[in-house]
């Protein structure tokens, strides 16, 4: 996972809410995620954390490679001098007397053996990396699933916008009829007034409407980022919003492979369980290898010794160990084991909480599919009532109390059906997020 690149399967879109024949203004929702996880400044954040993950992940880092340094020193002094020598060397005296210095070497240091813990540091250090890219397909995970909740939330709206647009339609056409009839002495004042009463009723509805749409939309922009839209450019879907055919046996197999906390918790898991190692390591010896070439010379005004030099290698092998530390050492052992049973304890819960939340959410994902079907048999129902009630209004056969109900009852069923359709689309959002098929 951590050397193969991030792929997104935003399966979440679907060919009904894709664009077709549109102007290339017009943003989709597969377009309005891309901007999303471009601009989403979470995203950018961990990516960055990647790659410092990846950077850390080496050899080098781990202290599996040897250090390599290089010294050079040179040094003069200038001092009056006196020097007394036993035996027959007479004694020697100068004003200014210099001692010159200098030389260079290089050095190699390697460690040999400690308790495997650069090993384990090296393949702590590769989970880390490994751990920080499912944490970010994660957060591109949560990025898809609140910029699809406020796009669906801005559709919704707009949908009721539509319906609202409708119904006014309906009340200006049956004040009209009522001006008309009022002409022919077929209706009267009280009638007309509370036909404008209507009228003013769902002109306020879709100046709400309106103002929620706006509200929505300024939602959506925030989930963009720094993206810039108008309200105009959103490609609202025109038909039905599809459903995707999921299948409860096949995405409840997958839980536990590819939901992205279960996966960070086994990566936690790994890390606990190679710092255990590494606390381990404590227990043996350290062993380095030391080794060099170098060369020094020094001159002297006075003395027995006006010259020296010397040039050449050394070796040499250091080995430690700690006898006694009051018991740091078991008690960072015993902590660091403590840490993995928690880690254990954790993915066991997690496993726990992840399958009751699967079932949660494919109960309400089959409830939604039920509602939409008993909404549309109501949605029929409605217009057949209303065809019939605006039929035998205009001809004076019922009141304008059964009708505002009939008109009213279409706008709600009109509008239920579309949000039961919205409720299904985002329960199967979360059936896909929980069982990891989004992001794969």
């Not at 400690?114 to 751990?131: D, P």
């Amino acid at each position: 996972m951590f050397k193969q690149k991030l792929t997104l399967v935003l399966i979440i879109i679907i060919n009904a809410i894709s664009a077709h024949g549109q102007d290339t203004t017009s943003y989709n929702l597969d377009t309005l995620i891309a901007f999303a996880v471009k601009n989403n400044h979470n995203v950018q954040i961990i990516r960055n954390n990647v790659e410092i993950a990846k950077n850390n992940a080496s050899l080098s880092n781990a202290g599996l490679l040897p250090e390599i340094s290089l010294t050079g020193n040179a040094s003069l002094s200038s001092n009056d001098t006196k020097a007394e020598f036993s035996g027959n060397i007479p004694t020697s005296e100068q004003k200014g007397a210099k001692s010159i210095n200098y030389g260079g070497s290089v050095e190699m240091t390697r460690t040999l053996f400690q308790g495997f813990y650069s090993v384990n540091k090296y393949k702590k250090l590769k989970s880390q990396a490994e751990l920080s890219d499912i944490r970010l397909q994660t957060e591109i995970e949560n990025t898809i699933v609140a910029l699809t909740r406020s796009y669906y939330t801005y559709i919704a709206i707009a949908k009721d916008y539509n319906i609202a647009s409708e119904n006014l339609s309906i009340s200006k056409e049956r004040v009209e009829k009522v001006e008309d009839n009022l002409v022919f002495g077929q209706s009267n004042k009280n009638e007309r007034l509370n036909a404008q009463s209507a009228l003013n009723a769902d002109s306020i509805q879709l100046l709400n409407l309106e103002n929620q749409k706006k509200r929505a939309f300024h939602d959506l922009l925030k989930s963009l980022g720094k993206e810039n839209i108008n309200i105009s450019d959103i490609d609202s879907p025109k038909s039905t919003l599809d459903l995707l055919l999921l299948d409860y046996n096949q995405l409840k197999s997958e839980l536990e492979e590819y939901n992205k906390a279960l996966i960070q918790a086994s990566s936690n898991l790994g890390i606990s369980q190679l710092e255990y190692k590494m606390t381990k390591a404590s227990r043996f010896p350290n062993i380095k290898l030391s080794t060099g070439y170098g060369y020094n010379q020094q001159e002297f005004d006075v003395g027995v010794m006006t010259y020296n030099r010397t040039l050449g290698f050394d070796v040499g092998i250091t080995v430690s160990y700690n006898l006694f530390d009051f018991g740091q050492r078991k008690r960072n052992i015993q902590n660091a084991k403590i840490a993995v049973r928690n880690e254990r304890l954790n993915i066991d819960n997690m496993e726990l909480q992840i399958h009751m939340d699967f079932e949660k959410a494919w109960s309400d994902y089959e409830l939604q599919l039920n509602t939409i079907e008993m909404e549309k048999q109501n949605l029929a129902n409605e217009k057949e009532r209303f065809k019939s009630v605006k039929d035998k209004y205009y001809l004076g056969q019922t009141d304008h109390l059964t009708f505002r109900d009939a008109q009213l009852s279409l706008a709600r069923a009109k509008s239920q059906l579309f949000n039961a359709r919205i409720n299904a689309k985002l329960a199967e959002l979360e059936l896909l997020r929980i069982s990891g098929a989004l992001i794969r």
